[in-house]
C-alpha cells in the first residue's frame, strides 16, 4: 500500500468529507456525528489554505484515508501562538502509521509557521489516540470530567499539549 502525506488541496474536498464523515458516523472519537455540509467542508479547506495553515490529508490511490489540521487561535484573543489539532483516519486504514505521519507534516509545518503550541482533546475511552499523541511527544495537561454524553455513555476529554517552541522572555501569568 502507498500511503502520499501531503497538504491538502481543494480538489479533495469530495473525498476529505467522505473521510471526515466515516470518522464521524462511528461515534466514538470525533465531537461530530456527521461532517459539515459539503460547503462548509469546502469553506474551511479554503480559509485554510489561503492562511497556509497546516493541513494535511493521508492519500491511498487518490482517496483521503486520514486527515490532520492545526488551526491557530484569535489573535484578538492572545491565542494565536497555539493551534487546535484536529485528525481522523479511515477505520479501514488505522494501525499503520498514518496517524503518526500526519501528526509529524502537521507539528512540522506549524513550528516552521511560528506555532508554539498545539493542543488538542482526545476521549479518554481512545487509548490508541492517546499513545500516538504521547510518542509525539504531547503531555497531558488537565481532564473535563463527563465531557460527553452519548448514547448513554459518559467519557472525559483529556486535554494534551505539544509544545513546538522554546519558551519566550514573556513571564507566565500575573
Not at 22 to 30: D, I, M, N, T
Not at 41 to 48: G, H, L, V
Not at 75 to 91: C, D, F, I, N, T
Not at 116 to 145: C, D, H, P, T, W
Request: net charge positive; glycine share 10%; hydrophobic share 40%.
Amino acid at each position: 500500500m502507498n500511503i502520499e502525506i501531503r497538504e491538502i488541496r481543494l480538489k479533495d474536498a469530495v473525498s476529505y468529507r467522505e473521510a471526515l464523515d466515516s470518522v464521524c458516523r462511528e461515534r466514538r472519537f470525533l465531537a461530530g456525528v456527521a461532517a459539515p455540509s459539503p460547503r462548509m467542508t469546502r469553506a474551511f479547506i479554503e480559509r485554510n489554505i489561503a492562511r497556509d495553515l497546516p493541513h494535511f490529508v493521508a492519500l491511498v490511490d487518490g482517496r483521503v484515508v486520514g486527515w490532520c489540521d492545526a488551526i491557530p487561535g484569535d489573535p484578538k484573543q492572545g491565542s494565536s501562538h497555539v493551534a487546535r489539532m484536529g485528525m481522523g483516519v479511515r477505520k479501514d486504514f488505522r494501525r499503520r502509521g498514518i496517524g503518526r505521519l500526519l501528526t509529524e507534516a502537521v507539528a512540522d509545518k506549524a513550528r516552521r509557521g511560528g506555532i508554539e503550541k498545539i493542543e488538542l482533546g482526545v476521549y479518554s475511552s481512545n487509548r490508541a489516540a492517546i499513545a500516538l499523541y504521547q510518542k509525539a511527544g504531547f503531555r497531558i495537561e488537565g481532564k473535563r470530567l463527563r465531557a460527553r454524553l452519548l448514547d448513554g455513555v459518559y467519557d472525559d476529554v483529556l486535554i494534551m499539549g505539544l509544545f513546538l517552541q522554546p519558551q519566550t522572555n514573556v513571564t507566565q501569568g500575573r
